[in-house]
């Protein structure tokens, strides 16, 4: 298809529904299942996992395995996420390229993100037989973290609850599959702005992050609310998106937990119905109590 040029990013939020209608997204395969203990053929629909290459000035930087949904916020976002632009205008052009077995995202990056990437490619091939060329992976997979602990940003004990809830309506691949992960942000007062699903999670984030950035949306305003575990990874992603909460579904590990601690970002997780569990920065979670009784002590007496 031709070169998608992005447009740039207007000051209303208005983030776009996800796109799934280039590509098929899902199958029907057969099956043979057991209910009430008789085991007979079926059919179910499982979503598609499709390589999705990401392309940068003719050479290839990563292979995904993704869904084939929302392409051009998923090379926004992992744009982003990755260090390689800091904002969707240092992105030309975006073409989605169909292949055999695959799809190929040509990324058109401006003349000045194109030397820093090249530059970095360089420095990141390094002599081989080296005792310490591990460092450099090593780095990358420790990486800095940007620090959230400035936002002003405060949510209640409800509206932790409501995010989740709300994310767990809004998406109709798992509806359907109930084998993809959603990714949404959230924001006190309006509720979830935006919502990507993918096969992966990190994908998912991915694509979010692309779809909001490209919406004009300041992470800084609300809460990162992901359907699976959480990694270090999807702490450093949050935290690049400026967003100072995670809220999910699943446990962290024990280097997400330090890694959200140093970066000043509130952990939530484990959230089921009304509990939950928050591993770090407490403080910017207002209980509902304390929410009520300052209400009430500006109701005229």
Known sequence: MAGKRLPSSPTAVTVGAPDRTRFRTTAKVPEAARRAGVLAPQSRVVPE??????????????????????????AVGFSLTEGIITDPDQIETVDVVAEDKGIDLQIRLRDE????????????????????????????????TPDVSGSALRLSEQDVVQAVGLLNGQQPLHLETRAVHGAAFYVP????????????????????TGAAARAGFKGTEGAVVVTSRVS?????????TGSPVIIAISAPTALAVRTAQEAGMTLIALVRGDEFEIFTHAERIERDEEKRARFSARIPR
């Open 232 to 240: 270090v990874e999807m702490v450093q992603k949050t935290a690049i």
């Open 113 to 144: 993100q194109n030397e820093a990437l090249r530059l970095r490619r360089r420095h990141m091939a390094g002599p081989v037989g080296c005792g310490l060329c591990g460092i450099e992976s090593i780095e990358q997979a420790v990486r800095a």
């Open 189 to 208: 007062g309006r509720g979830l702005i935006a919502v990507r699903e993918d096969v992966g999670r990190h994908n998912a984030l991915d694509k979010l």
């Open 49 to 74: 996992e499709t390589p999705i290459a990401l392309t940068y000035g003719g050479s290839t930087h990563a292979v995904m395995m993704a869904t084939p949904a929302d392409l051009e916020d998923f």
